[in-house]
């Protein structure tokens, strides 16, 4: 089955910087990254995502990339604000059909 | 235009007894998954169904949970004899049924303890 590998686990950036979480995941055949924000006690908010026809996508602050070949797929924050720090899940969905495999998650803190 | 719904969000089970957990899709949404999250962890998916059919359960355990989604209302996860093991926060998510059908919208989850 699909797996995925997310790092890095914890990230601390100042406020201002940007933050890059990577994933790598096993299936070729999957077609569909989403990432997920989750606040301590909340529900996981779909953030971004970004299908296998494409290679970027960027919505105001946040921007995914998708490197087919190699298998791995990125999550870019820019300009980092204290409502950022969160845990942050990348996902796929495999050839199998519609179930996520997630990611470790990666916990960011944003310093002010 | 309300988002998916679970109840109860806080449940505490003695050892040995049954809990159940409730997922009402967001309007417009046929397909229904549960993802359990232990502390600390991420979410693991168990069970995929649409209404009245078990798509796809590879993740849930061969014994005591079991899931439906009837024809009419909420979707079901069901755990029996519940073990300490079992607490954890269990989210539900929904997809449209056609369209953007792979983009899953997750309910505030319910959290259980075992004790």
């Known amino acids: 089955g699909e797996n995925v590998e997310q790092h890095p686990s914890t990230l601390s950036v100042q406020e201002g910087d940007s933050a890059v979480i990577k994933c790598t995941y096993s299936?070729?055949?999957?077609?569909?990254f989403p990432w997920y924000k989750q606040e301590l006690g909340k529900r996981p908010q779909l953030i971004i995502d970004?299908?296998?026809?494409?290679g970027e996508k960027k919505d105001q602050r946040i921007a995914v990339t998708l490197n087919k070949t190699a298998k791995h797929f990125s999550l870019h924050i820019t300009e980092t604000q204290p409502e950022d720090s969160a845990v942050y899940f990348c996902a796929a969905i495999g050839a199998a059909g519609n179930k996520l495999t997630f990611g470790g998650g990666t916990r960011v803190l944003v310093k002010p | 235009n309300a988002g998916v719904m679970q109840n109860p969000r806080h449940l505490v089970r003695r050892r040995g007894q049954e809990a159940r957990l409730r997922c009402s899709p967001m309007k417009g949404h046929s397909h229904v998954y549960w993802y359990r999250q232990l502390p600390e962890e991420g979410l693991k998916f168990m069970v995929y169904l649409q209404k009245e059919n078990i798509i796809d359960e590879s993740g849930m355990p061969k014994e005591r949970f079991s899931a439906e989604f009837p024809k009419e209302g909420p979707s079901i996860l069901r755990i029996q004899q519940v073990v300490r093991g079992d607490s954890a926060a269990y989210f539900c998510a929904s997809s449209p049924s056609q369209g953007t059908y792979y983009e899953q919208y997750f309910g505030p989850g319910t959290r259980l303890t075992v004790t």
């Open positions: 970004i299908r296998s026809n494409v």
């Open positions: 299936d070729s055949a999957s077609n569909y």
